[in-house]
């Protein structure tokens, strides 16, 4: 069976340490064509590969299959609905687009051309939410009546890129990944509350967040700041039969970053422990982590383009995360919750 040809759309962070390195080490996958400004750039890592200057080059080029829309935010709906008016499946890295209509529109056109459309929600496969999602499915928690989940980072000064200026600011950056997670494991609330502020002097857009999520018998609470000289916690779960404390974060991004090809015995260990303390006895112990691996995510992929799997992330779920994320905008708007 030939191998899917993939065009990818960018190489900043996401297309050189999400995208790039993961399709060269799945099978099935063959990286054919880059679109890039700086071509030295893409040549240092993958001296084979084509590069071309823009999206029309990529989409005339023969053998692409898949496009992987790793473009600034702004630029998601433009550049997945040129590919899927193309013929081409497409990928797009999170945010889906920067508006629930531009979310819906590229779904449609998925349908109406007959081609997958999915959105790289990597963060389903870390290996913190992996054990999380195993201690729920084992019942070790119980009922879970409050959920935190951090993403908090120490960067006092803005860095002048294009993402920390995005509408929306940290709300659409980091979370998206946060309120995919929390949908992942318990589905949609009935309301969310969002404060959004920007705490660091100079900076362009909101570089904090605080959002409830309400549930009839949970609370569910997603926190991003980058002004924590403190930021270790990832995971704070308080169910009915035990809590369940996790700090650290995936290793996969780092070990990407810093150039090590996804593969080996160790790919996605996460040494750092989550500590599990139970109700009846108050007995607090370290619980091993599952693997992290986002090469799931990719091989999953592979399996739905050739018939033989489900779509790991199909486009209901991509806009059911953008509800949400919009909603979260209109109540930091009013300063109210709003029903979801």
């Given at each position: 069976m030939r191998d899917i040809g993939v065009g990818l759309i960018g190489y900043g962070l996401a297309g050189?340490?999400?995208?790039?390195?993961?399709v060269r080490a799945t099978p099935g996958?063959?990286?054919?064509?880059?679109?890039?400004?700086?071509?030295?750039?893409?040549?240092?890592?993958?001296?084979?590969?084509?590069?071309?200057?823009?999206?029309?080059?990529l989409l005339a080029a023969p053998g692409i299959d898949l496009v992987v829309v790793a473009s600034p935010d702004a630029l998601h709906a433009e550049h997945a609905l040129a590919a899927l008016a193309a013929g081409k499946h497409v990928l797009i890295d999170k945010p889906f687009a920067t508006s629930l209509d531009d979310a819906r529109r590229i779904a449609a056109a998925g349908d109406a051309a007959g081609r997958s459309v999915t959105v790289f929600q990597n963060r389903r496969w870390d290996a913190d939410f992996r054990t999380l999602q195993r201690l729920i499915a084992e019942d070790t928690l119980g009922e879970i009546v409050q959920f935190e989940s951090h993403f908090d980072r120490w960067r006092p000064k803005p860095t002048g890129l294009w993402k920390e200026e995005r509408a929306g600011g940290a709300w659409l950056d980091l979370g998206p990944h946060l309120v995919d997670q929390a949908l992942v494991l318990f589905g949609r609330p009935a309301g969310i509350t969002l404060d959004v502020a920007t705490l660091r002097e100079g900076a362009p857009a909101p570089d904090y967040f605080h959002a409830t999520l309400r549930y009839p018998q949970r609370r569910v609470i997603l926190h991003a700041t980058k002004l924590a000289a403190q930021f270790g916690l990832r995971f704070a779960v308080h169910g009915t039969r035990a809590s369940w404390i996790k700090h650290g974060t995936d290793p996969q991004e780092t070990a990407t970053l810093t150039g090590s090809a996804p593969g080996g015995d160790d790919w996605g260990l996460d040494r750092v422990e989550g500590l599990l303390t139970t109700a009846e006895d108050g007995v607090t112990a370290p619980v091993p982590n599952a693997r992290g691996d986002y090469r799931l995510f990719w091989q999953a992929l592979v399996s739905s383009l050739r018939g033989e799997g489900a779509n790991p992330v199909p486009p209901g779920e991509a806009i059911a995360t953008m509800e949400v994320l919009d909603a979260g905008l209109r109540s930091a708007a009013r300063r109210a919750e709003i029903s979801l």
């Open positions: 050189r340490a999400f995208h790039a390195p993961y996958l063959a990286l054919r064509a880059v679109v890039s400004r700086d071509a030295a750039k893409v040549h240092a890592d993958l001296p084979e590969t084509s590069v071309v200057p823009d999206v029309a080059s």
